[in-house]
């Protein structure tokens, strides 16, 4: 157990619908990054917070958004969602901001699109 | 950006043989090679790293080696056992450390 927690594990809607993705950290951790794995895919890094503000973006669609609480969990809303979308999507948690701090994943919310 | 290529894609050994995975980048000032082990349906975990200023790092039967030269870096399986069976992400920072992106993965699988 890495100590990040996503909530839900599954999730199954229907496509133009919207979704909520939560990621807790590991306590004392500041960074959170959003990762998406698609079926037989490596990890697309989508976006990462850090202290509540927005640090680094990746291939993050505009449908996407995400955000940073003042108790620093996360929330990855996707919206519009089409069948492409489903995916495994993976919160990573570390203390600092940069790449070398060790990234700590949590379990994934396996999204269905159907 | 940066770019990171990984070989092979998969990977099949017999139990006890030494398995090798490789990847390459292409930002010169990158500075922190993670490894990361993901068996199936669970989530990445990270097993080994390595930052520039090394050129080596063992941590009993898993090895990583580096060579900034030619900008590609190793990840050295020996003595592989059933439940070293998974994929294997690489991973290098790039932007001077401001993120990092992994590689395809490799999927090992570890004959009986």
């Known amino acids: 157990d890495s100590g990040v927690t996503q909530t839900p594990k599954h999730l199954i809607t229907a496509t133009g619908q919207r979704v909520t993705l939560r990621c807790s950290p590991r306590?004392?951790?500041?960074?959170v990054y959003w990762y998406q794995q698609s079926l037989d895919q490596g990890l697309q890094f989508l976006i990462q917070y850090y202290n509540g503000e927005e640090r680094a973006k990746g291939n993050i669609l505009e449908r996407f958004s995400a955000q940073q609480f003042p108790d620093l969990h996360s929330e990855l809303n996707l919206s519009s969602l089409e069948l492409g979308d489903s995916a495994l999507y993976f919160c990573?948690?570390?203390?600092?901001?940069?790449?070398?701090?060790?990234?700590?994943f949590g379990p994934g919310t396996r999204l269905t699109v159907l | 950006g940066e770019n990171v290529e990984q070989h092979p894609s998969t990977l099949s050994v017999q139990e006890g043989d030494s398995a090798v995975i490789k990847c390459t980048y292409s930002?010169?000032?990158?500075?922190?090679f993670p490894w990361y082990k993901q068996e199936l349906g669970k989530r990445p975990q990270l097993i080994i790293d390595i930052r520039s200023n090394v050129g080596e790092k063992k941590d009993q039967r898993i090895a990583v080696t580096l060579n900034k030269t030619a900008k590609h870096f190793s990840l050295h399986i020996t003595e592989t056992q059933p439940e070293d069976s998974a994929v294997y992400f690489c991973?290098?920072?790039?932007?001077?450390?401001?993120?990092?992106?992994f590689g395809p993965g490799t999927r090992l699988s570890v004959l009986p």
């Open positions: 930002d010169s000032a990158s500075n922190y």
């Open positions: 306590s004392g951790d500041l960074s």
């Open positions: 991973a290098a920072d790039y932007n001077y450390g401001q993120n990092f992106v």
């Open positions: 990573a948690s570390s203390v600092g901001a940069a790449a070398v701090d060790t990234q700590y």
